[in-house]
């Protein structure tokens, strides 16, 4: 998506270690008006008729989820990433080891809100390795709730996440693979 | 907001220990539709002329924050809930206790995305004794950001977190107070 893309090219940034910062349009500071292209490229990448709701984890899921949510009719779910003495015996749980947190998590979804009558489409700002993904996978195939795609807005195309779910058979769609970043800038894969 | 209190007398509950559950409308699952309409009432509420960011904090401020900040054209920006070894050294800080987790969390929020040029809407969902919110306005003092009004979704009137913020001289607004809770139903506060 051409938009994203050349955002990222103005103002993401590259760290040390391969960390790519976008955190002043996407996951801190956050351009909402973006988050609706975005939207919309998903509702032409993905069928979302039929749709029961939008899933993904917090926090930085959560702004692009939402607008996702809306564009397409349907309530946003979020996960959370449970504290050990907050969690109440009603809920799917799925441990994780958080890429930014460098330490367990427990990734935890009520049952009330996700059953297997549901159709859902997982919506997420972001993939490197994929562990809050995965997470999120598992705690749908425990709902039995049908998971119809998964749509990422910028993917760290040199990190395994995003071509596991593919691997894995999944219908993944990301906004922006970016394959290469250095001091020269970013380098994107082709549009599927 | 006769939207907001109809559906928490539908859905809301009502749990021992004063704890209102909201969770299948405002913060787990989430209405984005309804969300849509807070925001119109808080654009009806405000004068949101000259603001440059909506402010909150995650993870369930987000969502409304969000629609907000786009209904309002401005972006949305979300004070983090730090582990200690994720803080880097540019950002504002300050310690809370949280009601939920029972235990300190830092909140965090990058310097570079807030300063002393901004003008600033707090939102968030829900204020019961208001930590979280007097944590997020510490860092809007310390970025010296001009705060001009704090917009809340759920406030329990029968904490004290709102009335604290009305003393002090703040400018909120809530859509539902919930002066009484119990195995009757709820009981909301007449309109201002």
């Given at each position: 998506?051409?938009?994203?893309?050349?955002?990222?090219?103005?103002?993401?940034?590259?760290?040390?270690?391969?960390?790519?910062?976008?955190?002043?349009?996407?996951?801190?500071?956050?351009?909402?008006?973006?988050?609706?292209?975005?939207?919309?490229?998903?509702?032409?990448?993905?069928?979302?008729?039929?749709?029961?709701?939008?899933?993904?984890?917090?926090?930085?899921?959560?702004?692009?989820?939402?607008?996702?949510?809306?564009?397409?009719?349907?309530?946003?779910?979020?996960?959370?990433?449970a504290?050990?003495?907050?969690?109440?015996?009603?809920v799917?749980?799925?441990e994780?080891?958080?890429?930014?947190?460098?330490?367990?998590?427990?990734?935890?979804?009520?049952?009330?809100?996700?059953?297997?009558?549901?159709?859902?489409?997982?919506?997420?700002?972001?993939?490197?390795?994929?562990?809050?993904?995965?997470?999120?996978?598992?705690?749908?195939?425990?709902?039995?709730?049908?998971?119809?795609?998964?749509?990422?807005?910028?993917?760290?195309?040199?990190?395994?996440?995003?071509?596991n779910?593919?691997?894995?058979?999944?219908?993944?769609?990301?906004?922006?693979?970016?394959?290469?970043?250095?001091?020269n800038?970013?380098?994107?894969?082709?549009?599927?």
């Amino acid at each position: 998506m051409k938009l994203l893309e050349d955002r990222i090219r103005a103002e993401g940034k590259v760290l040390p270690g391969d960390i790519i910062k976008v955190d002043g349009f996407l996951n801190h500071k956050v351009d909402v008006c973006l988050l609706r292209e975005c939207a919309k490229e998903f509702g032409r990448l993905f069928d979302t008729s039929g749709i029961t709701a939008v899933v993904t984890v917090e926090a930085s899921g959560i702004p692009i989820a939402t607008v996702c949510a809306e564009e397409f009719g349907v309530p946003m779910i979020f996960a959370k990433k449970a504290k050990s003495d907050n969690i109440s015996g009603n809920v799917y749980t799925s441990e994780i080891t958080s890429y930014t947190y460098k330490k367990p998590v427990t990734l935890t979804l009520s049952k009330e809100w996700l059953t297997s009558e549901d159709r859902v489409l997982v919506i997420d700002d972001f993939i490197a390795n994929g562990q809050a993904l995965n997470g999120l996978i598992d705690i749908i195939r425990q709902s039995g709730a049908k998971l119809t795609g998964i749509g990422i807005a910028v993917e760290k195309g040199f990190q395994p996440g995003g071509a596991n779910l593919r691997a894995a058979g999944y219908n993944v769609h990301s906004l922006a693979i970016i394959d290469k970043a250095d001091e020269n800038g970013f380098v994107f894969r082709s549009e599927e």
